[in-house]
């Protein structure tokens, strides 16, 4: 439970697209960190595909080595240090190897990285993969080449990646990038700048592609999607003030979400991350209204303290978060809600600990991904409070949490024994060649024989049995989404 990733499994993994013919370098393009990072190596390989290069998963025959890199936590960035080594030893092999870093880290570091990591060549920031073809050809002509502005209206919206190695059912759609929140313990507001949302054309258009492709699920990406709003481009805190926003003609994250549920109706939706603060009423109206929206939301409550809320500059109370779980839960009863939170931050008593693991109780998510406050340099929290949780009480009190939510979604995953639920079939599952492997609605994972189905189906699946994060059954017929 350490790194956020949709697919825990695919950390690290190199992507591999579809050759394209007359193509004759060699790109190996790994990621680490959140879902936004490997979308956007996908929107990089689809920019360097123009450039001459193929994709590779074999590190010794490339001749471009870019990893797509995380400083959310010190740990995240730890990893990379260590993958940099092992480019290290195969440039040995391969002198004619160059190394890019792509993503938060470049961002946070810049040209410091040069002098910290020999072996890099080239460093560049989320915002500027559209400069890749200029910094590509300034590192072949053997200069260190380094992009690390962030842009107010950057959003990759005419970029539609090819996603051709990938399972063909899935597909991740961003449609903010950047976050203004500031929460005091946050590295995302300085690495990925300013937010910024996408055109809704655009975001339509990439989806009827996705479509056609014969995708069967997408999940809406953004730092914060609630904050969502297109007014036609850059960014939203340019306007004077709420009055001249709401009279612009805008389209909010719920009128998003509505448009691409009625435009593809066979077309499953998720959406990451909410922000308890921006996430409306209509919202859950909108979810309500269309069945082809997944009853899930990943809504991070960070602490269950107020003092401590207050202190990382989250907008909200533990008791309005409860509020709009429960306003969620009336309008919404089957939403199953996941959660992120920190242990550890600086100042967090027994007390405040407690708070939290009373709010866990209270909520009971279905799943949640649970960390120890890193200090995080730069940020206001490392700037103003010292990281003073010895790390031993960190220790204990995320033992705590990760029980307790073992034993929360045990109950959740409990509640469907004897129920029928729907499936889309991802893949194999990994501990049973014979038995398919999907989600359903709530994100939970189930595994059921594979009969004569096949991925990317949706299934009626009868639970039987179910351990605390996956449920076991078997099919009992096609959903009448096929
Ligand atoms: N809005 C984002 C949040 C990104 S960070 C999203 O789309 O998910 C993901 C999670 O990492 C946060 O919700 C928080 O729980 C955790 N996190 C962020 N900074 C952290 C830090 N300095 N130490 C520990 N955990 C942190
Ligand atoms: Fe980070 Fe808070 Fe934004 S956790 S990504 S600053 S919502």
Redesign the pocket.
């Known amino acids: 439970m350490e790194e956020k990733v949709i697919d825990e499994t695919k950390q690290g993994q190199s992507l591999i697209l579809e050759a394209k013919e007359g193509n004759t370098r060699k790109l190996f393009i790994e990621s680490f960190g959140c879902a936004m990072n490997f979308s956007d190596s996908e929107i990089v390989a689809s920019i360097l595909a123009n450039e001459g290069f193929n994709t590779t998963n074999n590190l010794e025959e490339a001749d471009l080595v870019l990893v797509n890199t995380c400083s959310i936590r010190d740990k995240a960035e730890q990893t990379v240090r260590k993958r940099l080594e092992k480019y290290n030893a195969v440039k040995r092999i391969n002198p004619r190897m160059k190394v890019g870093v792509l993503g938060c880290m470049a961002e946070r570091l810049k040209e410091k990285f040069l002098e910290e990591e020999k072996i890099v060549d080239m460093v560049v920031g989320p915002d500027a993969y559209k400069d890749l073809p200029n910094l590509v050809r300034e590192v072949d002509e053997g200069r260190d080449a380094v992009n690390v502005l962030l842009s107010k209206d950057e959003t990759y919206g005419d970029i539609s990646p090819v996603r051709i190695g990938t399972n063909g059912i899935n597909a991740l759609v961003s449609i903010t990038r950047g976050?203004d929140?500031?929460?005091t313990f946050?590295v995302?507001?300085f690495t990925r700048g300013r937010e910024r949302s996408r055109d809704p054309q655009s975001i339509l258009k990439e989806v009827l592609d996705l479509a056609e492709k014969g995708y069967k699920e997408i999940t809406l990406l953004g730092?914060?999607v609630d904050s969502y709003l297109w007014y036609g481009g850059g960014l939203k805190k340019d306007f004077k003030n709420a009055t001249e926003m709401a009279q612009a003609t805008s389209t909010n994250f719920a009128q998003l979400l509505e448009m691409v549920a009625q435009a593809f109706p066979k077309m499953r939706i998720r959406f990451s991350t909410s922000?308890p603060q921006d996430m409306t009423e209509d919202v859950f109206h909108v979810m309500a209204k269309y069945n082809n929206i997944c009853n899930h939301v990943h809504l991070?409550f960070q602490s269950g303290s107020d003092r401590i809320l207050k202190e990382m500059n989250r907008q909200h109370t533990a008791a309005e978060y409860l509020d709009l779980v429960n306003r969620m839960w009336e309008i919404l009863p089957n939403t199953s809600i996941s959660q992120d939170v920190i242990v550890g931050f600086p100042g967090e008593t027994e007390e405040d600990h407690r708070a939290t693991l009373k709010l866990l109780d209270e909520v009971k998510f279905i799943f949640g991904y649970m960390y120890k406050y890193s200090e995080r340099p730069g940020t206001m929290a490392a700037r103003k409070f010292e990281d003073d949780v010895p790390e031993e009480t960190k220790k204990r009190r995320l033992t705590e949490i990760v029980d307790a939510q073992r034993s929360h979604s045990a109950y959740r995953t409990q509640q469907f024994i004897g129920k029928t639920t729907e499936v889309l079939i991802e893949k194999e599952s990994k501990k049973n060649e014979d038995q398919w492997s999907g989600r359903n609605e709530q994100s939970i994972v189930v595994v059921f024989p594979k009969g004569n189905y096949k991925p990317g189906d949706f299934v009626n699946v009868k639970i039987n049995a179910c351990t605390s994060a996956t449920l076991i059954g078997e099919a009992v017929g096609y959903s009448e989404y096929n």
Do not use: S
């Open positions: 976050c929140n500031m929460c946050c995302v507001p730092q914060n922000n991070p």
